[in-house]
């Protein structure tokens, strides 16, 4: 079932239909609507957890007070909660109701062809905030400035923006692309880049580029701004009604260094395997 606003009423639906009344969970980007809504709800009691296995206990303590509950995860904190499931739950006996997340590095499938799987995946784009998340390596970024453009280069899967200063139009609505089309002005100090025209085909939640799909509709603002010599902070701001309930925004420092370089990142689309992802 693909992540989205209503399906996860959906599943929220269904878990109050048969009377749980308390929702365990950890923050998570395929469950983030579903949280959200737990939260809201005044009947429905949202415990957060530090991890996963917290959860077995709360499920537990809910049952000898005969409250219903359920625990919300991905799957690989499906193994981190596996002692407290075997050592509580199935040992004693106690229920367990859980809505795990099948996620894995190729989505949800079905892989019948490359398409199917991710842009990153195919080694043709982490999007924007992939591009700028920290992630074990390949987070160098090289930043260029022209009278009329800014011009930032990722490290890993060598995507590069160029962005007009000059107060030129976007383009035109029907044209859309993987990294949208950008438009750059000062205020004051800060550079800031607006970005329409997005495709749904990337994502703004997690590392590389994977995570929630965004919305063709979604606007972008980032904001550049030199906090000290070595110091470059970035701050970005989500806007997409159709995929959010309020615009969302993140900051993260940058250390600049003028004598660093960019590594070479060699990745290849191979379009030969997809018949072996079962």
């Known amino acids: 079932m693909p992540v989205s606003v209503a399906n996860s009423q959906l599943v929220y639906d269904a878990m109050k239909s048969v009377g749980v009344e308390l929702v365990s969970a950890l923050p998570e980007t395929w469950l983030v609507h579903l949280i959200r809504i737990a939260d809201e709800d005044p009947d429905m009691t949202l415990v957060r957890l530090a991890r996963e296995e917290e959860g077995v206990g709360v499920s537990a303590g809910a049952h000898f007070a005969g409250v219903k509950s359920a625990m919300l995860m991905q799957n690989h904190g499906l193994f981190q909660a596996i002692n407290g ?57 090289r930043i260029l400035q022209t009278p009329n453009s800014f011009i930032i280069s990722y490290e890993m899967i060598h995507d590069t923006r160029v962005v007009p200063l000059d107060g030129r139009p976007h383009i035109g609505r029907g044209i859309r692309q993987y ?50 010599k070595d110091v470059l902070e970035y701050r970005i701001t989500i806007d997409d009604p159709k995929t959010f309930t309020r615009p969302i925004t993140f900051t993260q420092p940058n250390t600049l260094t003028p004598d660093g370089d960019l590594l070479e990142y060699f990745c290849t689309d191979n379009e030969q395997d997809s018949a072996h992802f079962r």
């Open 85 to 141: 499931i075997v050592g509580v739950s199935l040992l004693y006996k106690i229920p367990l109701l859980m809505l795990i997340t099948d996620r894995g590095s190729f989505g949800e499938g079905p892989f019948d062809s490359p398409l199917d799987f991710t842009l990153y995946d195919r080694c043709i784009t982490r999007g924007i905030v992939g591009g700028v998340m920290p992630v074990p390596y390949g987070n160098g970024n």
């Open 179 to 228: 990294l949208g089309d950008s438009r750059g002005h000062f205020e004051g100090d800060t550079l800031v880049i607006e970005t329409t025209n997005f495709t749904d085909q990337t994502s703004v939640q997690g590392g590389n580029g994977n995570g929630l799909r965004h919305s063709a509709d979604m606007k972008m603002t980032e904001r550049f701004t030199r906090l000290a």
